[in-house]
């Protein structure tokens, strides 16, 4: 990684206000994440984390605020940005392999009337090399464990080459072997100088796997590093005192510091 | 005999309705089931149904439309235009109240699609001096009837449809498999859909004319739907289900023909037995293959009975013994046994077994389980005398590490059971190189001190310390360990939890 691009924020989010209603998802909301970081956002339920992944990735409209990606605005910036679904929202039935699903990460560089290239089939070969996933290639990914079918989905976002990958709740509902396996992933791409953002629900994990933790419940509470994040006093006001586990962070904090 | 052949196959085709209703058949099915492979997928099968009825306002629509304005009778196109705009306006309608409403999509499709039904309905009959239009036909379909007219426009718009769909595989493919990403690239989803639906209301204007109203969301799905069980990949999936549309309209009208019925309902019929036939048979997601693999499964606790038992006679034991401890029949014991050596848990060799090692690590496993369960029986006083015994083999299945761990923490990590018997120490912490609580190694272990906390433990330990595990004492709730110079420290249990080590060697 050179230092001289890394000056560009990865994302600049500004004053970003989205309402679905009366009360507002989000609230200016401000924030610039680094490049080459692996970014938590963390926060309650329906304390507006998806609205802010949708934000990022343009799909729903703000009512005030910009959302900027390595300096260039939403519209200029798309492709330079992959997504990565929750578990839930695909239908693993699909007729749809492994390999044919990695693929459609090339799709934004075929040309319709085109087939894919070889370059494109190195690039999905790769892809699910860093995975670790080219023994299930053919595989239709409703046979897959839960581990794999979320690794089927980062190949993808690797394969769209993009520089920001975003992914919802990655780590929702694996066991605690494939959650590690997933993290390896994740830091391999992050290696590679990608930024990563990923939505997050565990506040026990989340000061071991993240660079940097973005604590939201409507407005942005704090973003920094773990230990500036977590902190009693902050966790409580977000959490409303529905939060009795983590008396123990504060220690497990300071000997991660 | 030949002649009853020729007369079954052969004649029929020298027919020209026959011949017609053969082409123009195909051609819609190959159509409707290539477009019905996405309006599965997309779970779309009963808007499909819905565009399929408010069509005939639409038709009744471009009728009336060029006889009023230039007293043409039947104008194929304009009835074609008229039902595409009918079907666009259902499905915009269908969207506006979903929308602005609670009413979820389903109940919406329900609506509107019967109201722009009905609407069409009473505009025949209102108009009947006007129209031509025989209802029943419009409804049943008449595929042994089908007019020139109805083969070009059969023909023109599966043209138009099979184009589009092979240009834009691609775009429909990601949009049906995952919406989000096709909108995250740029791709414009809203229009694809509306691509889509207009593909749905083309094909089954086309098909209307020979199959109905009715029976048309059937040709729509069900050889898709039949595609659906046999395929891994869209591509083929549509391939198959264009050759299963086929198949139905070839099979249905020799049927019709043989029975002297309905040529759209035997299609249908076809249609829907050839489903039949490939969910019982087909090789992955059919019902046969579903129960054999139900039949080959192995039955969880009669492998785990044979792993515990065999290990208690100490690895290697004679068959007929086994089976004579094990409540199982003869066949479901050889099949169990059979399963369990092609996944390298035993060898059998002269009527004699022997456990691998993946045999009896697993057999401490559920060993380890089931004395724990029974420690906890005991401990918390829920059964007692052979009663511990019996409901520990009913929990030794419940034996994931998390739950173990937890009894076995709960219980003070202990070495006995109950009986007397030794706990088997857990594999999956202690093995050599591995990292653990100094509370799980038992005696003879070495291990390498990695992490301890700061304050309370004996000054003698620090990080990078090397011990080994001495006797359990003060009934097994004081862990004796040894330092290199001979010396012992005495932990408590939360001491010797909260110590971790690296195990340097497991042999005691």
Sequence with gaps: MTTEPAKIPAIEVENLTVSFGPRPALLNVSVTIDQGLLVGIIGPNGAGKSTLVKAILGFVKPDLGTVRLLGSSLDDAKGRLAYVPQRGAVDWDYPITVYEVAMMGRYPNIAWWKDPGRQDHEIVNQALEMVRMSDFKNRQIGGLSGGQQQRVFMARALAQGSDILLLDEPFAGVDAATERAILDVLERARATGRTLVVVHHDLATAAEYFDRLMLIKQRLFAYGTPRQVLNQDLLSEVYEGKLKVFSGMGKAEECHA | ?508
């Design chain 2, 1 to 508: 005999m030949p002649d009853i052949i020729y007369s079954a196959f052969a004649a029929p085709l020298r027919e020209t309705f026959f011949q017609k209703a053969l082409i123009g058949g195909s051609i819609a099915a190959i159509v409707c089931s290539v477009v019905g492979c996405l309006v599965i997928l997309r779970r779309m099968a009963f808007l499909g149904d819905a565009l399929s009825h408010a069509m005939i306002a639409g038709v009744a629509g471009g009728y009336l439309f060029m006889k009023i304005l230039f007293n043409t009778e039947a104008h194929a196109p304009a009835m074609l235009i008229g039902s595409l705009i009918a079907a666009l306006v259902t499905v915009a309608s269908i969207g506006f109240v979903s929308r602005v409403s609670r009413v979820k999509d389903d109940t919406a499709i329900g609506i509107m699609y019967t109201g722009v039904f009905a609407g069409g309905v009473v505009l025949v009959s209102v108009f009947r001096g006007y129209i031509h239009i025989d209802l029943m036909h419009f409804i049943m379909g008449d595929v042994l009837g089908v007019a020139d007219s109805d083969l070009w426009v059969a023909a023109i718009s599966a043209g138009i449809v099979l184009s589009i769909i092979i240009l834009f595989f691609r775009q429909f493919q990601l949009t049906s498999f995952d919406p989000v990403m096709a909108a995250s690239i740029g791709l414009p989803v809203a229009l694809i859909d509306y691509a889509l639906t207009t593909c749905v209301s083309l094909v089954v204007v086309s098909a209307v004319s020979m199959v109905g109203v009715i029976l048309v969301v059937g040709l729509l799905i069900t050889p898709a739907a039949s595609a659906y069980l046999l395929s891994d990949r869209l591509d083929r999936m549509m391939i198959l289900a264009a050759i299963f549309g086929v198949t139905s309209v070839i099979g249905g009208l020799y049927l019709s023909m043989w029975l002297d019925s309905s040529g759209g309902g035997a299609i249908m019929l076809f249609c829907s037995l050839q489903f039949i036939v490939i969910l019982v048979i087909a090789p992955n997601y059919g019902m046969l293959a579903r129960w054999m693999r139900l039949r080959n499964s192995l039955p969880q606790q009669l492998v785990e009975d044979v792993l515990v038992e065999s290990s208690r006679f100490g690895k290697t034991v004679d068959l007929n013994q086994l089976q004579r401890k094990i409540s199982h029949s003869k066949a479901a014991f050889t099949k169990a046994l059979k399963g369990m050596s092609r996944n390298g848990l035993l060898e059998i060799n002269d009527n004699k077994l022997t456990l691998t090692e993946a045999g009896s690590v697993e057999a401490n496993r559920i060993l380890r389980a089931h004395r724990l369960w029974e420690a906890y029986i005991s401990h918390v006083g829920a059964a007692s005398g052979s009663e511990v015994h019996h409901r520990a083999h009913e929990l030794e299945h419940v034996n994931d590490v998390e739950s173990v761990d937890y009894l076995d923490d709960l219980l003070g990590h202990p070495i006995y059971d109950p009986h007397g018997a030794v706990i088997p120490a857990s594999d999956s912490h202690c093995s050599t190189g591995g990292e653990c609580s100094l509370s799980y190694l038992r005696e003879g272990m070495s291990a390498e001190i990695i992490d301890l906390p700061a304050e309370g433990s004996d000054s003698r330990l620090n990080k990078g310390t090397k011990v080994t595990i001495g006797p359990r004492r003060e009934n097994q709730t004081e862990w004796i360990i040894f330092l290199q110079d001979g010396s012992k420290v005495a932990l408590d249990h939360e001491t010797a939890d909260a110590v971790k080590v690296r195990i340097t060697s497991i042999s005691s």
